[in-house]
């Protein structure tokens, strides 16, 4: 069995990648995405959004980091990918999922899979490109306002050489509504040679289960779940007891120290908060906590509150 973290743009950072890798025995993180329009992009864009090439593509706790890429030609997507590899890259991936209308309205994420032709020819442009023995893969949905293309999205990634390919199972239009198409998936992997990764509602070390009994598959990507029980991969992988609020609320803490002291200190705000509506799902104490903290907007009080709150459980 494999555990993927997935690629959630605005979410997943570097930071939060080395604190959920280091409690988390995952076999892959996949980066937020790497925008291509028609330029390379420069190396420093790169270790910004990806530090851990500076380390092997390794996380901290040595957990292998692979580059994602967003855009719409193939050449552009090409030459990245090199780029991407040759930084340290362990392997690139292509998004053809992201829902969001800034990134559709430019052509890129999703709003491909309204064109397999497209998705074929970005993902042989990249699999010509780089060197064989570094994987070359790509994250689809179902469709983009319905599914009845979701096959030939995925023979197109295939046969333009893809090393695997993950798929969030819903359409653009489902958004992340519940519930996840699995059996969609179980049709892929029943018809393409190469390895499909499920992602779509693991909530729970019985919703991977369930993931995998449906679809046959061995792998499964990981992305709200992960952020709403920290350990989920452990969870799933050792049969690791879910973390109690106790110990989320530490990481919290652990997480808020390293954007204090990061470059991101500004949007830390935006960041907790958005942290805490994932983490609502699974811990009542964050509802409760939430709500107190929700009024504040600088981080200077956001903080305090937090502290306060850890050092009552202490």
């Known amino acids: 069995m494999r555990v993927i973290l997935a690629p959630m743009e605005g979410v997943v950072d570097d930071h939060m990648r080395e604190i959920l890798s280091a ?6 993180v996949v980066t937020e995405f790497v925008r291509v329009v028609n330029q390379l992009i420069p190396d420093k864009v790169f270790y910004k959004l990806c530090p851990e090439l500076l380390h092997q593509g390794l996380t901290a706790s040595g957990t292998p980091v692979r580059v994602q890429l967003l855009g719409q030609e193939p050449e552009w997507m090409a030459q990245n990918a090199i780029r991407a590899i ?8 292509a998004n053809f999922g992201c829902p969001a209308k800034t990134v559709n309205k430019s052509k890129g994420g999703a709003v491909l899979l309204q064109y397999p032709e497209n998705i074929y020819s970005i993902v042989k442009a990249m699999r010509d490109a780089v060197p064989s023995e570094h994987p070359v893969t790509a994250k689809i949905r179902l469709g983009y306002e319905d599914k009845s293309l979701f096959m030939e999205n995925a023979l197109a990634v295939y046969e333009a050489g893809a090393t695997e390919l993950a798929i969030h199972a819903r359409s653009k239009t489902d958004g992340y509504k519940p519930p996840a198409y699995w059996e969609y998936i179980t049709e892929v992997r029943q018809r393409l040679p190469i390895p499909v990764i499920a992602n779509g509602e693991i909530w729970n070390a019985a919703d991977a289960q369930r993931c995998m009994d449906v679809t046959g598959c061995d792998s499964i990507m990981i992305g709200r779940g992960a952020i709403s029980l920290p350990n989920l991969g452990d969870t799933i992988k050792t049969g690791a007891t879910p973390f109690s ?3 989320t609320l530490s990481l919290l803490m652990a997480y808020t120290d390293k954007e204090l002291n990061g470059r991101k200190s500004d949007y830390y705000p935006s960041r907790i908060k958005q942290w805490f509506s994932y983490l609502n799902r699974q811990y009542p104490e964050a509802d409760t906590l939430f709500r107190e903290l929700r009024v504040f907007k600088t981080t200077e009080e956001i903080v305090k509150v937090l502290q306060h709150a850890h050092r009552s459980l202490i």
């Open 23 to 28: 409690i988390n025995p995952f076999d892959l």
């Open 86 to 93: 040759e930084l340290g890259s362990n392997g690139v991936d």
């Open 245 to 247: 609020w106790q110990q």
